[in-house]
Nanobody, 124 residues
Framework: QVQLVESGGGLVQAGGSLRLSCAAS????????MGWFRQAPGKEREFVAA????????YYADSVKDRFTISRDNAKNTVYLQMNGLKPEDTAVYYC?????????????????WGQGTQVTVSS
């Protein structure tokens, strides 16, 4: 069992920045592939970004590419999501998750463990 705790959400004006953190339990964090998803009210959970075992493999949804950056610090058991140029449509609850097997990093069904989420609200 892996426990994930997100933090760093909040209220920000359009054009602003936030950095989300996701701390994972356990001593094998470096063996986890990680992802960030988000869910807005009334909408399905959608893929935001994913990262492999190191910063060399990263993937982004088209809607956040060039604005968001996913990274990890294996020494701190933490994955980050740096969000710049925030837009009102980025408003959602953001979740981090541990990916299981498979190659569909964008598919939430391939993720085994989820955090409780952190709210991000972007005002216009």
């Amino acid at each position: 069992q892996v426990q994930l705790v997100e933090s760093g959400g909040g209220l920000v004006q359009a054009g602003g920045s936030l950095r989300l953190s996701c701390a994972a339990s356990g001593s094998t964090f470096s063996s986890y592939r990680m992802g960030w998803f988000r869910q807005a009210p009334g909408k399905e959970r959608e893929f935001v970004a994913a990262i492999g075992y190191s910063d060399s493999s990263t993937y982004y949804a088209d809607s956040v590419k060039d604005r968001f950056t996913i990274s990890r610090d294996n020494a701190k058991n933490t994955v980050y999501l740096q969000m710049n140029g925030l837009k009102p449509e980025d408003t959602a609850v953001y979740y981090c998750a541990v990916r299981g097997g498979g190659s569909r990093y964008f598919n939430p069904t391939e993720y085994r463990y989820w955090g409780q989420g952190t709210q991000v609200t972007v005002s216009s």
